[in-house]
């Protein structure tokens, strides 16, 4: 792939997510999801990403984030 | 690497209590970004309201008070006028300031106290189990309005706002929700811009957040923030109603 656009790299403190979802939706390049497969510690479904390397490191999702789980790095 | 987005320092590391995807952990982050990016986190002083944001003085990293119902602005001015060197903010919500405490924000902005009011209106009684506040919208469902809001039973819904802004006291009103990434940012500046009026010491400011309750609305997270967009903004525009050199 042509490396013209910008890369970001997201990391979420799992054991605090809501499983709310905002995240989710907020993404615009839809690449945050709930894990149904894993329980957190508060009982949720914490959000996360598989393909990282699609972020754009734009931060709607930590923008959107009511409880401050999303820190956003710039490659 | 750079960090583009981290953890602010004007919140502490407890977990907040707040229902999945409410939308009052947004506007906390926010007011503790504005609090350290203005560096006043060492002399800012918070008055917590009664309503679900009762235990935000677990949250801020700040000095805080707890006021009774409705009272916040009182107190507030009671610390502002003992200590003036202090920044003084309250957080509020719809029940809270539009209810039980609609005086005390009246006068509070009527006198010209040098303190600033972050009002998140969600448009109920989030914390008591959803009853109807003065915010509800007509038609819209509560505990105590199970039909939904009867205009001709109890008025058309208060627009805090639009009041304050009658008031000569009341040096700065804005209106803004956190519906989406670009809306927070314009929440944020504004939150911003309030808080400085007060450091530049020119009077009242207060910002109304449109806010969601999904919980007692019985909606989604997503579901709340579609709602609160096709049917609070209507009714509740967005944008300010007073600033500092319309006032002069
Ligand atoms: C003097 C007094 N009256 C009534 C109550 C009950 N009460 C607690 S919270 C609340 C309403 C809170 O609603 P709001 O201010 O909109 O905050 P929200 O929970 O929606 O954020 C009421 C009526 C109280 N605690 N004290
Ligand atoms: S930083 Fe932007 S692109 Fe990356 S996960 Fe968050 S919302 Fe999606
Ligand atoms: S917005 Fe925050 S709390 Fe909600 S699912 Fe995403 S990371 Fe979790
Ligand atoms: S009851 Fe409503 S306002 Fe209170 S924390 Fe839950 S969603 Fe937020
Ligand atoms: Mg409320």
Same mark, same amino acid.
């Given at each position: 792939m042509a490396k013209a656009k910008v890369r970001g790299k997201v990391t979420f403190q799992e054991d605090i997510c809501k499983g709310c979802g905002l995240c989710v939706s907020a993404c615009p390049v839809n690449i945050i999801s709930l894990d149904n497969e894993k329980i957190n510690a508060k009982g949720y479904h914490p959000a996360t990403i598989? #393909?990282? #390397?699609?972020?754009?490191?734009?931060?709607s999702c930590a923008t959107m984030c009511p409880d401050v789980v999303i820190t956003v790095e710039r490659l | 690497m750079a960090v583009v987005f981290k953890k602010t320092? /004007? !919140?502490?590391?407890a977990q907040t209590?707040?229902? =999945? /995807?409410?939308?009052h952990g947004i506007v906390h982050r926010l007011v503790g970004e504005v609090l350290e990016e203005l560096g006043v986190l060492d002399k800012a002083i918070g008055v917590a309201p009664v /309503?679900?944001? $009762?235990?935000?003085y677990k949250y801020f990293n700040c000095d805080m008070h707890e006021a009774a119902h409705g009272r916040a602005p009182a107190v507030a001015t009671g610390i502002k006028r003992v200590r003036p060197d202090n920044f003084v903010f309250t957080y509020q919500g719809d029940g809270d !300031?539009?209810?039980?405490g609609t005086a005390e924000i009246v006068h509070a902005a009527h006198r010209g106290e040098k303190i600033s009011t972050i009002f998140i209106n969600n448009a109920i009684y989030g914390m008591t189990g959803g009853q109807m506040a =003065?915010?509800?919208? $007509? /038609?819209q469902k509560a505990t105590t309005a199970p039909n939904g809001r009867d205009e001709a039973h109890c008025g058309k819904p208060i627009k805090m706002s639009e009041l304050l802004a009658t008031i000569d006291g009341a040096k700065f009103v804005e209106r803004v929700t956190v519906t989406t990434p670009a809306n927070v940012r314009k929440a944020k500046k504004a939150i911003k811009e309030c808080f400085k009026l007060q450091l530049e010491g020119k009077g009242f400011g207060i910002v109304e957040v449109l806010s969601t309750c999904p919980t007692n609305w019985g909606y989604t997270p997503q579901e709340a923030l579609k709602w609160l967009e096709e049917n609070m903004i209507p009714y509740y525009p967005l944008g300010n109603f007073r600033k500092p050199e319309e006032v002069e």
């Open positions: 598989e #393909d990282m #390397d699609e972020c754009i490191g734009c931060a | 320092k /004007g !919140l502490t590391d209590h707040y229902c =999945p /995807g409410c939308t /309503g679900c944001s $009762v235990l935000a !300031l539009a209810s039980i =003065p915010t509800t919208l $007509v /038609g």
